[in-house]
């Protein structure tokens, strides 16, 4: 009987062969011993239609996801508790064994597919990102919906290929660790150490450098070159200085000796992978990212980026935080609550040297306290030196204007932190190479356009009265994180560590505990 049909299998077209396997799969599910539900009624819900067999044979998605399961200990997973064997042995007997094969292959491909997934997919006890808000928090998928996630994908392969049941970023850094170090591969050139490099150069290193860099190793330090560097650079989150000095050699040197990833690249691949878990998994339809490392905000609509933009971000001292929430609305016309120690070490010195003309010429204002409704105080009753020796604190605020800090508006998320995005008039530092200028909120390059992305028009205020808020009509989830290695086009980019997170992981990873969890 087995023959008989395995011999009909062979000959029947692809519909009718894929009809025959659904049957052996429902057979098999009826007779199987299961545990739970929601493997079974995944495969009733698709009339048993088979996930892993395609025209009566096992595609090549089985193999790929023996070497997920192989390479999971990039993921902190244990790949034992996979059963790599016993899902190797079941895949070879059903390439080769009687047709009852194939279904008991499908089933234990898709029991072991969704043991792995939700392993992946559980949120961490402790995590580097705040969630304001509990529906942007990490959640484990049931089986039957991580299950039909996959069904739905246009290719199993491709779904399987890209690590799609994470955000896409996660997918490419694995891949990176796991199974592709080909995308990080140090250079096979090594430009040995030495005296900084810079336009006018000569000799070896030279030659070494431009042929780095795709040039025609036949050449000076050229403007050719000081350009291929300068972008070189700016992709690698160095100063784009056209100085070929130890960091950049680091950079262009990989820091490997070419045979593979060097230990310390997997060591940051590794460190931004625990961060990529805190993305969306399964992102919303529309929403911003930023990465403070990179000092830039991305928009997406439907998976692909829609715009880019650079932003300032805060110092080392006042560092922008890991943290997801949802913008709800604008504030225009916005006033500038300043945050105390700058009162301390920027305005009250000032105040000390020019008087109460420093605090009227840039439209500062001393209020009572941080109440919703406070008074304002005369700044001549103050006592501006120990404001600035740090005994006093007060509020200060900037009245709107062209000198506002917040610029013409701002876009708020509601959190514990006071976090938001917002204009600014300093347009300067948005051309510097590092963008570490603010006190930790995140100043963006274009606020008229990302309104109009957000909104779908720049909204505009019907009065000067400060501090007008514009509802948006759907919130827009913004997630702000810090990647030191990300995708970047076909490759990985690695950033300088300008807030030192990464050497000491635990410890930053241990400060903040998911709220909802």
Known sequence: MWLAAALASAILPSAAAAQFASGEVQAAIRSSRMPGHEVRDFYRGRSYQPLWVRGGE???????????????????????????????????AARHGPPAALARA???????????????????????MIYAERGLAPVRPTVRALLERAARAPSLAEHLDTIGWMHPF?????????????????????IPPG?????????????????????????????????ALRDFQGAHGLPRDALAGPLTLAALNGGGSGSGISAEQRRTLLINLARARGLPAEPPPRYILVDAAAARLWTYENGRVRDTMRVVVGRVTDQTPMIAGMIRFATLNPYWNVPPDLVASRIAPNVLDD????????????????????????????DWAAVAAGQREIRVRQRPGPSNAM???????????????????????????ARQFSAGC??????????????????????????QQIALPSPVAVYITYLTAAPDGDRIAFREDVYGRDSAPRRQSAEIRLPFL
């Open 442 to 467: 995140v100043r963006v390059e274009d606020a008229p356009r990302l309104a109009r992305w957000l909104f779908g028009r720049v909204p505009t205020a019907p009065s000067r009265a400060p501090e």
């Open 195 to 227: 005296p900084t490099l810079r336009e006018g150069s000569t000799g070896e290193r030279v030659r070494m450098l431009r042929a780095r860099l795709g040039l025609d190793p036949d050449g000076l330090f050229d403007a050719d070159l000081a350009r």
């Open 407 to 433: 610029g013409r508006m701002k876009f708020q998320f509601p959190n514990s932190l006071g976090v938001y995005l917002h204009d600014t008039p300093e347009r300067d530092l948005l051309r510097e190479t």
């Open 355 to 382: 008087g109460m003309p420093y605090l009227r010429g840039r439209g500062y204002e001393v209020l009572s306290d941080w109440s919703s409704n406070p008074s304002l105080v005369d700044p001549g009753t103050i």
């Open 170 to 190: 996660y997918g490419r850094l694995r891949n990176a660790l796991a199974a592709d170090p080909g995308s990080v591969r140090a250079p096979s050139i090594q």
């Open 58 to 92: 096992l595609g090549s998605e089985a193999d790929t996801f023996l070497r997920l399961v192989e390479s999971a200990g990039v993921e902190g997973l244990d790949p034992d508790d996979y059963r790599p064997r016993a899902l190797a042995e079941a895949v070879d």
């Open 106 to 128: 499908e089933i234990l491909l898709t029991r072991r597919f969704a043991q792995y997934v939700r392993d992946v997919r559980r949120p961490p006890r402790r995590a580097a």
